[in-house]
């Protein structure tokens, strides 16, 4: 079975920075398309940052683009989402979902079921509050 595991959530103040990290057990994340999908009380899924498994190509929504990046270690078979300046609004739970076929923009743009995606985590909540 294949397993995610996010962690580095946590309170933080409006302008601080956080780094999410999602780990993957029983398979090498690299292999792998990538989405950081969060979701905020009472609101549906949005996916703030995707990372491809060919060329590691990344892709933003124009919401989050000056402020998330996305990066891989593969050594170490993590994705990171960091995040910058962050606003109340980014309160959420954060997953982390791998799957093999989706391209780099049909994993953000194409929000599926959970249970469609090869591996979905069980969230990190980030809370910003001051």
């Known amino acids: 079975q294949l397993q995610l595991v996010e962690s580095g959530g946590g309170l933080v103040q409006p302008g601080e920075s956080l780094t999410l990290s999602c780990g993957a057990s029983g398979f090498n994340l690299e292999d792998y398309t990538i989405g950081w999908i969060r979701q905020a009380p009472g609101k549906g899924r949005e996916a703030v940052s995707c990372?491809?498994?060919?060329?590691?190509?990344?892709y933003y929504p124009d919401s989050v683009k000056s402020r998330f990046a996305i990066s891989r270690d593969n050594a170490k078979n993590t994705v990171y989402l960091q995040i910058n300046n962050l606003e109340p609004e980014d309160t959420a739970v954060y997953y982390c979902a791998a799957d093999q076929t989706l391209s780099v923009h049909s994993m953000c743009l194409a929000l599926l079921e959970q249970s469609l995606y090869d591996a979905w985590g069980q969230g990190t909540q980030v809370t910003v509050a001051s």
């Open positions: 990372i491809s498994r060919t060329d590691d190509t990344t």
